[in-house]
């Protein structure tokens, strides 16, 4: 999903970034965590913590039993170490029986950084693998999710331009689109650029779709008005081999020439791509139309004649009717 700002992937025994905080002074507090499982069970042979400017080895780390936290300030550390308030690169290594982990936080604006410099009473914590901003931090408790969200909100559009009713996105909350197509979501509060969405087939977040990029960089408790652009179909999980007239109806037949007849679908999802076509017996095109509700009317011909009435699901074709116009 072109997701940045993602932390290194766990590896055991490790020492990761929980959380940064700058105090009204300038001065930092930093929280270190276990990544996993107990200080029993690990065995952490040495710990160096730097930044641009500096590198200290840590050379007592006491982490706390209830929550494998360990908080470090300026004054804790036998040497000068400084992170600088608007924008620096933090490194943790530590090392166990020969081998390494490292995890890295850049903030600010500098080149490969993830995430802002975090404004007065914000942290930058670490939640769910993610750098995000925190509004409520939680020096020496666990990070929660209180204050690391905000809110999306738009329309989400087909590929048609359409909007897409009463359908069940994800992106990191689940969330479905009204009969408007408009949706708002909670999203974390960092920068996120997005080309892919997920979204729901029978009830399941198994779907994935392309939709055109977008970019945001979201603060706590705030709001950005963004529409999705879909440029895939989405699939409906309807399996086409079982699709007849007791689930599809075109009525009434005969219809007379110009005039309205009803094309009735009874499927449990729409489509943003169910189409039906009026072909005549030469095979020409006469009408094609985007179905777009349950139930909706259709002009028929001009002319009278014997006439193919096809239906379309997802660029499968699910239906071939005739119909006598007179």
Request: charged content about 20%.
């Amino acid at each position: 999903m072109g997701l940045t700002g993602y932390a290194n992937p766990i590896a055991l025994p490790a020492i990761g970034i929980s959380e940064l905080y700058f105090e009204e002074s300038g001065d930092w507090i930093l929280e270190l965590e276990y990544m996993e499982g107990s200080q029993d069970d690990m065995v952490i042979d040495s710990v160096f913590l730097s930044s641009i400017t500096d590198t200290v080895e840590l050379t007592e780390f006491e982490f706390s039993e209830n929550t494998n936290l360990l908080v470090i300030t300026e004054d804790s550390l036998d040497s000068d170490f400084t992170i600088a308030r608007y924008g620096d690169t933090i490194k943790v290594v530590s090392y166990s029986e020969g081998e390494s982990y490292e995890d890295i936080l850049i903030f600010g604006n500098l080149p490969g950084s993830v995430i802002h410099y975090p404004d007065d009473s914000q942290s930058i914590c670490k939640y769910y693998h993610y750098f995000v901003k925190d509004k409520s931090p939680t020096i020496s408790r666990l990070n929660d999710t209180a204050g690391i969200f905000g809110t999306l909100k738009g329309v989400v559009y087909d590929k048609y331009s359409e909007p897409v009713k009463n359908r069940t996105f994800c992106l990191y909350h689940c969330f479905e689109t009204s009969v408007n197509g408009d949706y708002s979501v909670r999203v974390f509060s960092r920068p996120t650029v997005l080309n892919k969405i997920a979204y729901e087939i029978d009830d399941s977040p198994t779907g994935s779709a392309s939709i055109q990029e977008i970019a945001y960089t979201m603060e706590p408790d705030s709001t950005i008005e963004l529409d999705i652009h879909l440029t895939d179909t989405l699939a409906t999980g309807i399996n086409t081999a079982r699709v007849d007239e007791a689930i599809i109806r075109i009525y009434p037949n005969p219809v007379s020439i110009n005039s309205l007849f009803n094309a009735w679908i009874d499927l449990p999802v729409l489509t943003s791509d169910i189409w039906i076509e009026i072909v005549d017996i030469e095979g020409n095109l006469i009408r094609e139309e985007q179905i777009t509700q349950k139930k909706q009317s259709i002009r028929s011909p001009a002319q009278s004649g014997l006439y193919l009435i096809t239906v379309w699901l997802d660029n499968q074709l699910i239906l071939s009717k005739r119909m006598l116009v007179e």
